[in-house]
């Protein structure tokens, strides 16, 4: 199995950035898709971004042009770099990882809020 942790969230203004970082543990060779989404109070998880193994990249509509996937398999992380940032960015960011048998593991999430 694998253990996902999360880090970097917090409270930024519109218009600014922050990167999300989450490192992977335990059987980190089984990760096909590695990726994050957000929740939104109210509404229902979305995709923000994931990345295969040999780096292709899938963005949800509302980041693209202004989120950036990063995926290090020697360290076994995933980062996500937001600039641009929203209010209505604001939710809680969860990293998730698909494993090659299709079993997904979600982290703990990390809450980020954008305010205007």
């Known amino acids: 199995q694998v253990q996902l942790v999360e880090s970097g969230g917090g409270l930024v203004q519109t218009g600014g950035s922050l990167r999300l970082s989450c490192a992977a543990s335990?059987?980190?060779?089984?990760?096909?898709?590695m990726g994050w989404y957000r929740q939104a109070p109210g509404k229902q998880r979305e995709l923000v971004a994931n990345?295969?193994?040999?780096?292709?990249?899938n963005y949800g509509s509302s980041v693209k042009g202004r989120f950036a996937i990063f995926r290090d398999n020697t360290k076994n992380t995933v980062d996500l770099q937001m600039n641009s940032l929203k209010p209505e960015d604001t939710a809680v960011y969860y990293c998730?990882?698909?494993?090659?048998?299709?079993?997904?593991?979600w982290g703990q999430g990390t809450q980020v809020t954008v305010s205007s």
């Open positions: 990345i295969v193994s040999r780096g292709s990249t």
């Open positions: 335990g059987s980190t060779t089984s990760m096909a898709v």
């Open positions: 998730n990882t698909v494993s090659y048998s299709g079993l997904s593991t």
